[in-house]
């Protein structure tokens, strides 16, 4: 079954920059939006960006003006650029697609903000 796959997390002080990618394990078709989520320490799931296929995004409002979401129709990917992190930032962050009336989802990755 195909998944999708993340990458880019890890470590960073503070102000620091990370770039997350996530593409898909196998063909997977033409997909509608695309997104990334958090979860945090609470285990809370909350929606950071996400990306229509047409371009249009959207980006929940702790993030607006630090994080770009962008993505590659031709390959299936959307990345993620977060600059300017904060601490409040930690938490696992899942890449997310739809396709019709199917959902895909990654295993996650750890960002981890240090004050």
């Known amino acids: 079954q195909v998944q999708l796959v993340e990458s880019g997390g890890g470590l960073v002080q503070a102000g620091g920059s990370l770039q997350l990618s996530c593409g898909p394990s196998?063909?997977?078709?033409?997909?509608?939006?695309m997104g990334w989520y958090r979860h945090g320490p609470l285990n809370q799931r909350t929606l950071v960006a996400s990306?229509?296929?047409?371009?249009?995004?959207h980006y929940a409002d702790a993030v607006k003006g630090r994080f770009t979401i962008r993505r590659d129709n031709a390959k299936s990917t959307v990345t993620l650029q977060m600059n300017s992190l904060k601490p409040e930032d930690t938490g696992y962050y899942y890449c997310?697609?739809?396709?019709?009336?199917?959902?895909?989802w990654g295993q996650g990755t750890q960002v981890t903000v240090s004050s």
């Open positions: 990306i229509t296929r047409f371009g249009s995004t």
């Open positions: 196998g063909n997977i078709g033409e997909l509608g939006t």
């Open positions: 997310n697609a739809r396709s019709g009336v199917t959902e895909f």
